[in-house]
């Protein structure tokens, strides 16, 4: 029920990073070369926000999984932005002590009272979206939608949509497929790899996850009929031609891309359900990785 809840209450979290996210100061301000590193889901919330912080002219934003961040002298970073919704994990906080006074830290979680926060310059944490769920939904794109805002955005339309993907049907042909490819381009990339996360996460599902122009170097060979791939966002040329005549499903939709992916996280909560697993509960998963 853990999950649920959460992933319900999404439209209203944002709407309250939405407020702080045009004034967290601790945010690295444009110019900076910025490195963003998480593991699992903050690993591609860091993805999604390097291409968006790039992409809007702020300055160099390079994403990494945080046990293959590499740091060097060679690679001058004014900042590292660690996301990590529970301060606890081991790579993360292996991280925050090695650029330890050399490069400043500020550090995004859910609660303030963590091992991360002793270890960082800076924190902005995000306790109104805090989760108990295993499977991360709302910290996750709360943390986008506050990286959004800080980026300049209005996210008045993303919140609306959100609450729309709230009401929307789940199609039972997404309940019942067989696989799932997600495909994104820019920041959508790292949406793509969080989407197929939670569907193996919640309901142990196969998916895999590409940029979406990749997607036909290759991976299209195995999209078939009772086979569905999701894009986020617009839709390249041709693309949708091309899967639909493989026989798969292929899904796009007209909303905002944050927004599509509180769908997908309804999709995977009906497949577990389906299955007879317990979301809350998903097999060989803890809620934070520590050694
Ligand atoms: C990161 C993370 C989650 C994943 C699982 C284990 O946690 O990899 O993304 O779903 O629950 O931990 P955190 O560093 O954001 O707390």
């Known amino acids: 029920a853990y999950m649920e809840q959460e992933l319900r209450s999404q439209p209203e979290t944002w709407r309250a990073a939405a407020k702080i996210g045009a004034e967290a100061g601790a945010l690295p301000s444009a110019g900076a070369r910025v490195a963003v590193v998480g593991c699992g889901t903050s690993w591609f919330m860091a993805q999604a926000y390097a291409a968006l912080r790039e992409g809007s002219g702020?300055?160099?934003?390079?994403?990494?999984?945080?046990?293959?961040?590499?740091?060097?002298?060679?690679?001058?970073?004014?900042?590292?932005?660690?996301?990590?919704?529970?301060?606890?994990?081991?790579?993360?906080?292996?991280?925050?002590?090695a650029v330890k006074g050399r490069i400043p830290t500020v550090t995004v979680l859910g609660d303030q009272d963590t091992p991360a926060t002793a270890l960082s310059d800076d924190t902005v944490a995000l306790s109104f979206a805090d989760e108990k769920s295993v499977v991360q939904t709302r910290f996750a794109t709360t943390a986008l939608a506050l990286f959004r805002a800080h980026l300049g955005e209005d996210l008045t339309t993303a919140v609306r949509e959100a609450e729309e993907a709230l009401t929307v049907p789940v199609e039972q042909e997404w309940v019942d497929a067989e696989q799932f490819s997600f495909l994104g381009t820019g920041w959508t990339y790292g949406l793509a790899n969080e989407a197929a996360l939670k569907m193996r996460e919640a309901s142990q599902s196969w998916t895999e996850s590409y940029p979406a122009m990749e997607y036909r170097h290759g991976p299209i060979a195995i999209a078939a009929p009772g086979r569905v791939t999701w894009l986020f966002g617009e839709a390249p040329e041709g693309l949708e031609r091309e899967v639909t005549g493989t026989g798969a499903r292929f899904v796009c939709h007209a909303r905002d891309p944050l927004a599509d992916l509180v769908l997908v996280q309804r999709v995977a909560l009906e497949r577990a359900r389906a299955r007879g697993l317990d979301p809350d509960n998903p097999r060989s998963l803890s809620r934070s990785v520590m050694l």
């Open 58 to 97: 702020q300055g160099v934003t390079d994403a990494f999984a945080a046990s293959e961040a590499f740091l060097g002298e060679k690679r001058k970073y004014d900042a590292v932005v660690a996301i990590t919704r529970s301060g606890t994990t081991t790579e993360i906080l292996r991280l925050l002590e």
